[in-house]
């Protein structure tokens, strides 16, 4: 018996100023590095021999400039895909957090004024129902956390655990099958 489809990749966006310095980035809309944008160019050649029938992205300009130099073409804007709101923690490191909030973890204590992980994976669950009806693969490019989220939702675990992925700018995974079960297939690739 065939796997179903659609096969899923997720990629990360290239690098920014934040992210390179650990800086929590959710609604802020930057753009990515130059180093970003060599980071997103290189992918090209890793997904050359994809074709997808969807192609989604966060309404970011880092993602959507990463699908584009990535060789994605022009994505579906999935607001959805928009990277965890971080409320009164954006722009801040987990370290100046924890300063506050010792031993506070984002994905079991959420942050204020923002989402918790049930918030995000309301979310990417209903962006995982499309991508299952869709008859081919499909390439999501958004962000670190939602990305993780979205990865342990696919396989049906509880969004926490999450925390147990890292997926590095201009990274991907592959999401699939194997036979009717749910996999991640690889994980922070480039």
């Not at 008859?135 to 979205?150: E, I, K, T, Y």
Request: net charge negative; with cysteine; proline share 6%.
């Amino acid at each position: 018996m065939a796997d179903p489809t659609p096969r899923c990749v997720l990629i990360r966006h290239g690098e920014t100023e934040w992210s390179l310095d650990g800086r929590h980035t959710g609604r802020t809309d930057i753009p990515l590095l130059p180093d970003g944008e060599i980071q997103a160019q290189a992918l090209r050649s890793v997904l050359s021999g994809c074709t997808f029938a969807t192609v989604l992205s966060s309404p970011l300009i880092r993602a959507r400039d990463t699908a584009a130099l990535a060789g994605l073409g022009r994505a579906v804007v999935e607001p959805d895909l928009a990277e965890w709101d971080y409320g009164a923690y954006e722009g801040l490191t987990t370290s100046q957090i924890r300063q506050e909030r010792p031993g506070w973890d984002l994905f079991t204590d959420g942050v204020p004024g923002g989402e918790s992980a049930a918030d995000v994976a309301r979310r990417v669950d209903r962006v995982i129902a499309r991508i299952r009806t869709v008859p081919g693969d499909v390439a999501c490019v958004a962000h670190s956390h939602v990305l993780r989220v979205f990865a342990v939702r696919w396989i049906g675990l509880d969004p926490s655990v999450g925390r147990n992925l890292v997926l590095d700018p201009a990274a991907y995974g592959e999401l699939g099958w194997d036979r009717e079960c749910p996999v991640i297939r690889s994980w922070n690739r480039r």
